[in-house]
């Protein structure tokens, strides 16, 4: 079993600035392909970003190409998601998920685990 902790979230003006931490425990994930997904209220949850397990592949989703950044440090078994230049419309609970796999994929389907998710507000 993983255990998947999201922090960073918050309230930030458009054009500002938030990293997002995902701390998991319970089994080693340095092989874990690892996503971001958000859900913003009355829409369904949507594909963020996917790093493969060293950290040498990312995907983004169009939306947040060249304002996010995804990384991990698997020695903290830690994955972060950075985020730049926020728009309003990036407002939404972010969750980290664990896929037991090396392989990255952007189906939230293939995802094993799951955070319990953190808010992230951006205020025009």
């Known amino acids: 079993q993983v255990q998947l902790v999201e922090s960073g979230g918050g309230l930030v003006q458009t054009g500002g600035s938030l990293r997002l931490s995902c701390a998991a425990s319970?089994?080693?994930?340095?092989?874990?392909?690892m996503g971001w997904f958000r859900q913003a209220p009355g829409k369904e949850r949507e594909f963020v970003a996917a790093i493969g397990w060293s950290g040498g592949s990312t995907f983004y989703a169009d939306s947040v190409k060249g304002r996010f950044t995804a990384n991990r440090d698997n020695a903290k078994m830690t994955v972060y998601l950075q985020m730049n230049s926020l728009k309003p419309e990036d407002t939404a609970v972010y969750y980290c998920?664990?896929?037991?796999?090396?392989?990255?994929?952007?189906?939230?389907?293939?995802?094993?685990?799951w955070g319990q998710g953190t808010q992230v507000t951006v205020s025009s």
């Open positions: 319970g089994r080693i994930v340095s092989s874990y392909a």
């Open positions: 998920a664990a896929r037991n796999s090396r392989v990255v994929v952007t189906d939230a389907k293939n995802y094993d685990y």
